[in-house]
């Protein structure tokens, strides 16, 4: 099984809603990402999960909260959103490696639009 | 992304070859990517290479990189329809890092 799952495909929301993303991997990988990706442009880092534990954070604003419950698992939690934020959100897995290429599988991504 | 540069498309024939390039910045990177991303689906590492090469073939795709140029390029051969996707180059985050960041993406449009 080399597939990362995502849910839901679609959602549309207003701004203030509060609702959740979800993504799962089965492959036994100990690194989670979360990327937003607007229309024609290239997937910007959101946060990094290794071994469970937030690693990575790039000055995203506090409206978008991850969580990983455990290592199969990474949700990403919304709450007062802004319509700029509307995009679409990549959940991607890794073995978890220091280094090498430690090989990113992508899910197909969840389309948020915020009204 | 803001650093690594890609044309945005490229439109070839079918069973001709397509050249994708690239510039980037970095000349610690330890490992450079080519990932594919088809209409509607996420992103798939298509192939890498490790800096200490100058080249890598890999059935019909082919890396060419050149570190005095910082420039990268990926060929495809006999390209098909099903290759229309958008190609992003992408460089790690930093020079010991595995994690990429992408470059603004090659549209590619395969006409029968």
């Known amino acids: 099984d080399t597939e990362v799952t995502q849910t839901p495909k679609h959602l549309v929301m207003g701004m203030t809603n509060k609702k959740s993303l979800k993504c799962e991997q089965h492959?036994?990988?100990?690194?989670m990402y979360w990327y937003k990706q607007k229309a024609k442009k290239p997937p910007e880092l959101m946060f990094v999960?290794?071994?469970?534990?937030?690693?990575i954070n790039e000055s995203v604003p506090s409206r978008f909260s991850p969580e990983c419950p455990n290592s199969s698992l990474l949700n990403l939690h919304l709450h007062a959103l802004q319509p700029e934020d509307s995009a679409l959100y990549l959940c991607?897995?890794?073995?978890?490696?220091?280094?090498?290429?430690?090989?990113?599988?992508f899910g197909p991504g969840t389309r948020l639009t915020v009204l | 992304g803001e650093d690594v540069e890609q044309s945005l498309f490229l439109s070839v024939r079918e069973g001709d070859s397509s050249v994708i390039n690239c510039t980037y910045t970095?000349?610690?990177?330890?490992?450079l990517y080519w990932y594919k991303q088809e209409p509607g689906a996420g992103l798939q590492l298509l192939t890498y290479?490790?800096?200490?090469?100058d080249m890598k073939q890999d059935q019909r795709l082919t890396v060419l990189l050149n570190k005095k140029d910082k420039h990268l390029s990926l060929r495809i051969a006999d390209t098909q329809t099903g290759d229309s996707a958008i190609y992003f180059c992408?460089?790690?985050?930093?020079?010991?890092?595995?994690?990429?960041?992408f470059g603004r993406g090659t549209s590619l449009i395969v006409h029968p």
């Open positions: 991607a897995s890794s073995q978890g490696g220091l280094a090498g290429t430690d090989t990113q599988y």
């Open positions: 492959m036994g990988h100990r690194a």
């Open positions: 999960y290794s071994y469970e534990k937030l690693s």
């Open positions: 970095d000349s610690s990177s330890t490992y």
């Open positions: 290479i490790f800096s200490n090469m």
């Open positions: 992408a460089e790690p985050l930093s020079g010991g890092s595995y994690i990429p960041t």
